[in-house]
């Protein structure tokens, strides 16, 4: 009985060990980008939801940021598990990012002129100035992750354009940090 568990165990061991992890696709990555424009718009509405909700809308905002975060994460590990990609998904791929940019844009500007909104809810809940300041550092720090592994694996024609979103989008972010920085 003891020598039919041990090459059960070790058969199995073999057939885990020796299976490559599956490389992800570029469909994979073109869903990851749908999930995070929905959840780029859907921050964005919490966001401005804040004017007419008050401090019950911090809420819908910290949920909005966690579900974007953990499909940052996500986008950022199918996109470096997957090889080079062609022209044809390049571009597609490409295309997806263009429709995303403006929505994070529109995004961090609402998250800047929404700041001494924030900067009153803080008084009644004390940490969500410093909740919003430590959560823009972590989206700034997974899109950057995100555009990276973008850029690492769009064709060789797509880089520039590629690369000068993710300039665009970062000083985005920067502003939007710049603007919370300050806040006490």
Known sequence: MIRITSLVLLATSLVAFSSP???RTAAEIESDIEKLITD???LDTSINNLTTAGIVGVGPLE???TTLL???KTAV???TGTGQLDGTDGTTILGLVEELEPIILKTLEDLVSNEPLIEVFDKELKGITAFVQEELANLASSTEQFETALIEIAPAS???TASAIASTINAGFSTAIAAYATAT
Request: charged share 30%; proline share 11%.
């Open 158 to 160: 797509l880089k520039p």
């Open 77 to 79: 590990t199918d996109t």
């Open 40 to 42: 780029t718009t859907a």
């Open 70 to 72: 953990n499909d940052l």
């Open 63 to 65: 949920e909005d940021t």
């Open 21 to 23: 992890l599956l490389p």
